[in-house]
T-cell receptor
Framework: EPEVTQTPSHQVTQMGQEVILRCVPI?????FYWYRQILGQKVEFLVS????????KSEIFDDQFSVERPDGSNFTLKIRSTKLEDSAMYFC?????????FGNGTRLTVT | GQQLNQSPQSMFIQEGEDVSMNCTSS?????WLWYKQDPGEGPVLLIA?????ELTSNGRLTAQFGITRKDSFLNISASIPSDVGIYFC??????????FGKGTRLHILP
């Protein structure tokens, strides 16, 4: 069964550094998403992406965040200057419509 | 903004017991989704509901889309150890914006 893949599975970075989280969505899906989950808490929406542009973003998704679909298969989330509070699991998801399929996440630790 | 109230927050049950959890909202949703998350992994879709009143089963799992479109429940029958995890409801409104509940953490007592 096709799945969403994310790399790396775990990334440790120093505060102020830039990170890029990578995702390969399911190939025939048209909608792409990033969600964040702080340890022990609920899954929070960051951004949705459709037709090569952001369709919606949350208040969490400030100017430090950006997304890109650099080619036909990858979907990336960049955090320009990481803060301690950015430490979380970041999940990529894709869908044909509303039924999201999630990757296994990237655990980001900011020290 | 829209919120989903998921309950209970946590459950401790014996193996073999049935489980019931639900999500409610003051807003109407067009789609209800139930996910399970195992430690260190992403949420995995269990059941998707697309129509008010719809009752759908997936093995020992049964979920219903409330007739008012403001709630949904998930039942697990005859629980087994691998049912342990966090269960999230998610609702999609008419703009296809999807929001998640805070999760129900299921523990099975030895």
């Amino acid at each position: 069964e096709p799945e969403v893949t994310q790399t790396p599975s775990h990334q440790v970075t120093q505060m102020g550094q830039e990170v890029i989280l990578r995702c390969v969505p399911i190939s025939n899906h048209l909608y792409f998403y990033w969600y964040r989950q702080i340890l022990g808490q609920k899954v929070e929406f960051l951004v949705s992406f459709y037709n090569n542009e952001i369709s919606e973003k949350s208040e969490i998704f400030d100017d430090q965040f950006s997304v890109e679909r650099p080619d036909g298969s990858n979907f990336t989330l960049k955090i320009r200057s990481t803060k301690l509070e950015d430490s979380a699991m970041y999940f990529c998801a894709s869908s044909e419509r509303v039924t999201l399929h999630f990757g296994n996440g990237t655990r980001l630790t900011v020290t | 903004g829209q919120q989903l109230n998921q309950s209970p927050q946590s459950m401790f049950i014996q193996e073999g017991e049935d489980v019931s959890m639900n999500c409610t909202s003051s807003s109407i949703f067009n789609t209800w989704l139930w996910y399970k998350q195992d430690p260190g992994e992403g949420p995995v879709l269990l059941i998707a509901l697309y129509k008010a009143g719809e009752l759908t089963s997936n093995g020992r799992l049964t979920a219903q889309f409330g007739i008012t479109r403001k709630d949904s429940f998930l039942n697990i029958s005859a629980s087994i150890p691998s049912d342990v995890g966090i269960y999230f409801c998610a609702g999609a409104n008419r703009d296809d914006k999807i929001i998640f509940g805070k999760g129900t953490r299921l523990h099975i007592l030895p």
